[in-house]
């Protein structure tokens, strides 16, 4: 049974019809390629998924059942968690603040309720540990580079226990040794049973993780392909519209 | 999954990110403390260069002056600290002891006093319900309507100084009535010989730092600071803790313009003008940056310290009182600079 289903969505801004009727399934732990050129309509989908937006038409199903993401915070109760390209973090806090964010632990004195630091800090670094990060619990997000500030956003969803992560390009903006690093994280996610939908402009990255890609252009999906029966120049005319669909 | 953490993966190892030292993180490396290590070599050289200084008078004077601004100047940090400014701390110091003093003197005329005291809670609650009322509507122009912190509180600075006007006809008013004397007593009386204003301004302070440091309030506090739309995705109620840190920073200053009230012994209409330059200079001087994210009680304390320290130091030292606002501006950039070299240097 698929994880999350979208089924004929569709979303307007006034006159423009960002995406129209794209319907496609993600299955438990599977790692989706959402790709597509700019204005594809990849962010929208992305911002519709984590309870930004609300679909103008359509449906949406999650573990089989018919529901409305209605924030971000409902998305989350559901178990769905979202990497943002722009990360979401605070510099001025640290890696441990940051990944609790929102979900403080805290214990109670009387009336009043204080931030449990320790154990806080003690999950961050179990966190990292399992994402096998050099990260630092209570380093400042600052300082870091942009694989410790990937991986800071990445263990930030894995502090519940999340079902389907969506991440809106993770290796736009870092070097190539973090890229691996990654792509690494994403590994470990699938090892645990995690869905993935892989939002990205970068074709290695693609094809080195993902089991399934599907396209986008000018809102509309127009190809739904396993990656075993694709390839970069297939995905590439597919994109650019060299090819109309496959 | 199990036997992957047997294999000889790479231990935790950090091999090219070494640690930040002790002094380049936390309150060692923040420009509070830089701006401490001036204040206390100020302190001494002011010491040795005027024997007027240290003397028990002089020092309860710096005290109960720098407490007069000092609780506001916490209330401006913490709006600071989430990226926004209040230019009106200082119409709201005089409206509220405006207030405060205007409820006082009518239960008095009205001969209304069921017990001792009454009056003076009663007019101190109506003036702090109209710091809080500022600030609320400060706060919801800003969180709610997005309205440019800047330009809204420049209104409310305006408005309320009008209001304080229009209530007094410009004409200065005073606590009356028989909680007079409780009312002398709670706001400009001694306890164990140390001013009571510098009391609350400690307890403040504790309180202040313990909820930046140890709550999850605070820690949204900082968050939207530093990035507010992460704190909106992460789950972080922005807007309410928006409107909460503008009526923390309007009742920060309506207690401190009760005490003012208090020391003077009246509440002129013109009171604490000019005073919301001062108090923004006092929490920058003390490290809260305008930019958002970083700031914190010690030091908005410290910068009040600092900005009285060489205000009263140039009065012992016979200088041109009109020195003293250039002085402080200079300090104001010096305390700035100081803060970019040392990020230059550290990253």
Known sequence: ?246 | MMTDTTQASPPQGFSNVRRTRFWQRGFLASQSAYVLAALIVLIVFMSFASPNFLTAGNVGNIVRNFSFIAIATLGITLVIITGGIDLSVGSTIALTATVTSLTMAGLSQAAFHPFPGFALIVSIAAGLAVAALIGFGNGVAIAKLKLSPFVTTLGTLSIVRGLTYVATYGRGTSPTGPDKDLFLAITSGHVAGIPIGFIYLILIAVIMWIVLNHTAWGRHVYAIGGNEAAGRLTGVPVDRVKIQVYVLCALGAGINGIIISGWLGSAPANLATGYELTIIAAAVIGGANLAGGIGGAAGAIIGCVLIEVIRNGLVLARVDPYWQQTLVGCIIVAAVLVDRFRSLRNG
Do not use: W
Request: aromatic share 4%.
């Open chain 1, 1 to 246: 049974m698929a994880l999350l289903e979208l089924h004929d969505v569709t979303k307007d801004f006034g006159a423009i019809r960002a995406l129209s009727d794209v319907s496609f399934s993600v299955g438990p732990g599977e790692i989706v390629g959402l790709m597509g050129d700019n204005g594809a309509g990849k962010s929208t989908l992305v911002k519709i998924m984590s309870g930004i937006y609300q679909p103008t038409a359509g449906t949406l199903r999650f573990g089989g059942e018919a529901t409305q993401i209605q924030s971000p915070a409902s998305a989350r109760k559901l178990g769905i968690e979202t990497v943002y390209q722009d990360l979401a973090l605070a510099d001025n806090l640290t890696a441990s603040a940051n990944i609790f964010l929102g979900r403080e632990l805290k214990f109670n004195i009387g009336p009043f309720r204080f931030l449990r630091h320790r154990a806080m800090n003690a999950r961050a670094v179990e966190l990292f540990a399992e994402l096998k990060s050099e990260t630092r619990a209570d380093d400042y997000v600052r300082q870091m580079s942009g694989g410790q500030r990937q991986a800071v956003a990445i263990a930030r969803t894995r502090l519940s226990d999340a079902k389907l992560i969506l991440m809106d390009e993770p290796t736009a903006a870092i070097s190539v040794r973090q890229v691996a690093e990654v792509l690494n994280l994403i590994h470990r996610l699938k090892d645990a049973g995690i869905s993935v939908i892989l939002i990205s402009h970068r074709m290695p990255d693609v094809f080195a993780v993902c089991e399934r890609v599907i396209v986008m252009r000018r809102g509309r999906k127009v190809a739904d392909k396993r990656i075993a029966d694709t390839s970069p120049e297939e995905v590439t005319a597919l994109i650019t519209g060299a090819l109309e669909t496959a």
